[in-house]
């Protein structure tokens, strides 16, 4: 990415002095020639390398800038653990955690047989 910075910059100048000499015709006032500088700020084009974080495809951004898996349809009665994948509360299954479990089901998912 291309920004502007503001950055501090030297910049070498001369200039003249007048000291006494003994030189009648320059009125016992000789010019001195010197070399200084000054320091000036100007805006300078630098290239500025930013980070920015993208969640991969299948996954949202949250507003903690977190990435979590995007079930769609969302998960009714459970939650995303991956990109369309629900884990179902128990006494619920199904694709997206919509049905109850059948007879002789229990547990997260209905992955669990009853002891009957």
Avoid: I, M
Avoid at 76 to 86: L, Q, S, T
Wanted: proline share 6%.
């Amino acid at each position: 990415v291309d920004e502007y910075k503001l950055e501090k910059v030297y910049r070498p100048v001369e200039y003249t002095e007048y000291e006494t000499c003994l030189d009648v015709s320059k009125g016992f006032r000789c010019p001195v020639v010197k070399k200084g500088g000054r320091y000036g700020y100007e805006n300078k084009l630098v290239k500025v390398e930013k980070y920015v974080k993208a969640c991969c495809e299948g996954y949202y951004q949250t507003k903690d800038n977190l990435c979590k898996p995007e079930c769609e349809p969302p998960c009714k009665k459970g939650r995303c653990v991956a990109p369309n994948v629900c884990e179902c509360d128990s006494g619920y299954g199904g694709k997206h955690c919509t049905s109850t479990c059948s007879v002789g089901l229990w547990g997260p998912s209905c992955q669990r047989k009853c002891d009957c």
